[in-house]
């Protein structure tokens, strides 16, 4: 049986491959990192050790999937010429960080439009990632992940069919990919707390998008109410979703091999996110798909 692939979002202080020591240190099998300072446009030049020692030490602490996410500085879909290509520049660089990593998948959130209108802004987003792909054709196995927004303000992603648009109107199809948080899902209006509501959710990732095309899962509880456009995540279990809505996702066996991420709030401890996936791990049906190491969690971490 396939194991879980099941992680968080890890800080890079002292360097990116320190990020899969801490993903070990709560027994994850799967990681999200910065592949630099989220805050700034321009990072230093790749650490050819740092790459080196990702390398080794990713399959020696045995994690099995890596995700990266690109600054929320980007936006691909900004009407302003000069914030558009310091965005292309930006995301072409996050491209090609994660290509010398090794790191597959690089999530994107799409961008806002900022007054354009919901048209015009997913036009400059396909075109900004086709002008980006042909400017990295070595790095043609590294996919942008579109991830779904809550749908603040004029934010795009909003919805499946948002996400069907602009990967419509991209060249290189093979090149990009979503993202589906539950948290922003939940947000947008997509009620998966029920199991019809979560099949209706399902049915219409499929129907829209492709079930193939999801490729990474942000597994986050939502503060806001569902359809609030709210973006405030909470930990498993204690926000408007509950843990129903977890449940029905995690013994999904479509989305076996898929990472499953927490961008849950947390310390330097990583108390909290050891929670949280005990918390997921408790809900899994079949004991064998749960990461190793992670078993043990789930006792000290059960379900209230």
């Known amino acids: 049986m396939t194991k879980l692939l099941l992680g968080a979002h890890m800080s890079i202080a002292g360097g990116v491959s320190q990020a899969l020591d801490r993903a070990a240190t709560v027994h994850s099998n799967a990681v999200q990192v910065f592949t630099k300072n989220n805050r700034q446009w321009a990072g230093p030049p790749v650490n050819a050790a740092d790459v080196a020692r990702w390398q080794e030490q990713m399959p020696a602490l045995g994690i099995a999937a890596a995700v990266s996410h690109a600054s929320y500085l980007i936006n691909l879909a900004s009407p302003n010429d ?126 829209e998008i492709g079930l193939e095309t999801v490729r990474v899962w942000h597994l986050n509880d939502s503060k806001g109410a569902l359809g609030s456009n709210v973006d405030r995540h909470t930990h498993i279990g204690d926000g408007e979703i509950g843990y129903d809505g977890f449940r029905w996702l995690l013994n999904d066996l479509r989305w076996a091999g898929t990472p499953m991420l927490l961008e849950t709030p947390k310390e330097e401890t990583l108390e909290e996110d050891a929670m949280n996936m005990g918390r997921l791990c408790a809900l899994v049906e079949d004991a064998a798909r749960v990461p190793d190491g992670l078993a043990v969690e789930v006792h000290a971490s059960a379900l209230p």
């Open 82 to 207: 000069d914030l558009w290509e310091k965005s292309i520049a930006a995301h072409r660089d996050e491209i090609q960080r994660a290509h010398a990593y090794g790191i597959a998948n690089v999530v994107l959130h799409p961008g806002a439009h900022t007054g354009a209108g919901v048209d015009t802004g997913i036009a400059r987003i396909a075109a900004a990632l086709n002008r980006i792909h042909a400017a990295t054709p070595e790095c043609a196995g590294t996919v942008t992940c579109l991830e779904i927004m809550a749908g603040q303000g004029s934010v795009l992603g909003r919805s499946l069919e948002e996400l069907r648009a602009m990967i419509e109107q991209v060249a290189e199809r093979s090149r990009v990919a979503v993202c589906l948080d539950t948290c922003h899902a939940f947000a947008a209006g997509y009620d998966i707390r029920s199991a019809a509501g979560y099949a209706d959710f399902v049915a219409a990732i499929e129907r």
